[in-house]
């Protein structure tokens, strides 16, 4: 008896309170399905930084009744894809968003401070289902069912175990053995601007990128436009700290753009001290679900950040995720099995462009970066990423039928 209503409503443990693990217990809670998530953190924060979110992010976000939040506290881009010439600016394409977004894929893009985009997933997942400062160490196997060890002995089971511990993932490693990231010999610096000390250039609602020799750089406006997110990727060199606490100088920031329009410098003296992120490599899972076992987001499938599309595929896998136990609560292990066979080819095809991209973005001065110039004049990313922002999990025949 006892196990059979165990079976009927799975017991559900997400270790990691990232964007992904919320997400995940916000759609299972809207599926009726109850859960309890183990974050590390001693408190919910996330980073100085800025997010894109595209279309098929925003369509699940409206899904989780959270959209009206995000409209309040992000921007809404009116340009993205604005590719700019390094040295001085010239435009080498751009792309008008704001009615082509809504009628090509019935919802906008917006960029969202990290902090901002948490609180208002965090909003949809019910008080009570998580605990602070409780770090996975281990994953055990007790009789037949997954469990939890964490820093403090406690070992917790659960029918049902959701890794979405993001890059440095425990419950990976237990799953694959997690071989070693592979240099990529880049980086990302990153940094805040208050938009009154940023260039105007900077503080419309456009998505820049400006592209040069070993090196490009992205800004938009974030916060209802009081910020403006800097990122910008360089070599590496020996640098291959991969963390969101790290940091770089403003001279070392600038010494990576020396002879880059002036706007960008000043927008870099602007910034305050920037965080800097070794791109490490991951090659892609070929399986993420090992009977009642998962990975979710960054922990299944890590991808550079060049189409902007981590955070949103770790929101795709849970709105899968939960309508697969939902439809299954009594085969947890058949539901996941199905979860990663919905999921796995789309997002190792995003970790494997996202890879591509670095190469093109930074081709140096010469024949190769002239016909690129020249195809960007002609392309239409909007279109042409179709397949990434008109994803709809729950429109797919596996749930439509
Ligand atoms: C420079 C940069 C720019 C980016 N820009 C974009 C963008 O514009 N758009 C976009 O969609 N994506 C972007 N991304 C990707 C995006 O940040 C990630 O894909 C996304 O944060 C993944 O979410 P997650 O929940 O899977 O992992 P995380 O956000 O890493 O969350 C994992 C959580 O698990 C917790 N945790 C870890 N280990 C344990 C443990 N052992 N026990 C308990 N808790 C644990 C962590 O504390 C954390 O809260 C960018 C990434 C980078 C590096």
């Not at 919320?22 to 299972?28: C, E, G, N, R, Y």
């Not at 980073?47 to 979110?53: E, F, N, S």
């Not at 076992?293 to 189409?307: C, I, K, S, Y």
């Not at 973005?361 to 990434?388: E, T, Y």
Request: proline share 6%.
């Amino acid at each position: 008896m006892e196990m059979t209503q165990r079976r009927s409503t799975p017991e559900i443990a997400i270790v990691g309170a990232g964007i992904g693990g919320l997400a995940a217990a916000a759609f299972l809670h809207r599926a009726g399905l109850p859960c309890r998530l183990y974050e590390q953190a001693p408190e919910l924060k996330e980073v100085g930084a800025g997010l894109v979110v595209a279309p098929n992010a925003a369509r699940l976000l409206r899904r989780l009744g959270v959209l009206g939040e995000l409209e309040r506290r992000a921007v809404r881009l009116d340009v993205g894809w604005e590719f700019r010439r390094w040295q001085d600016g010239t435009v080498l394409s751009a792309e008008e968003l704001t009615a082509s977004c809504e009628r090509l894929y019935g919802e906008q893009t917006y960029t969202v401070h990290r902090a901002d985009l948490l609180e208002i997933v965090r909003a949809a997942v019910p008080d009570g289902a998580i605990q602070l400062g409780r770090r996975c160490v281990e994953l055990m196997q007790r009789g037949d069912r997954p469990a939890l060890r964490f820093d403090d002995g406690e070992v917790v089971e659960a029918d049902v175990v959701i890794g979405a511990d993001g890059v440095h993932s425990v419950v990976r490693r237990a799953l694959t053995g997690s071989p070693a990231p592979v240099y990529s010999g880049m980086c990302a610096f990153r940094a805040l601007v208050p938009a009154e000390r940023a260039p105007s250039l900077a503080r419309r609602n456009a998505q820049t990128l400006w592209i040069g020799p070993d090196h490009h750089l992205v800004h938009y406006p974030i916060c209802a436009g009081k910020l403006v997110n800097l990122v910008a990727f360089a070599p590496a060199g020996d640098y291959s700290v991969e963390s969101w606490s790290a940091t770089a100088t403003v001279e070392e920031f600038l010494a990576e753009f020396e002879g880059w329009d002036p706007r960008l410098l000043e927008l870099i003296r602007a910034g305050g001290v920037p965080g800097r992120w070794a791109l490490l490599d991951r090659a892609p899972l070929s399986r993420w679900s090992h009977g009642p076992v998962t990975l979710l987001g960054d922990a299944a499938h890590p991808m550079f950040p060049f189409f902007a599309q981590g955070a949103a595929q770790a929101l795709e896998d849970a709105a899968v995720l939960a309508r697969c136990l939902a439809a299954d609560a009594t085969d947890p292990s058949g539901a996941l099995q199905r979860y990663e066979a919905l999921r796995i080819s789309r997002t190792t095809k995003l970790q494997q462009i996202s890879r591509g991209r670095s190469h093109i973005n930074h081709l140096p001065d010469g024949p190769d970066q002239q016909a690129r110039d020249a195809a960007f004049a002609d392309s239409d990313p909007l279109v042409a990423n179709g397949w990434i922002y008109e994803y709809d999990p729950d429109a797919t025949p596996a749930f439509s039928g």
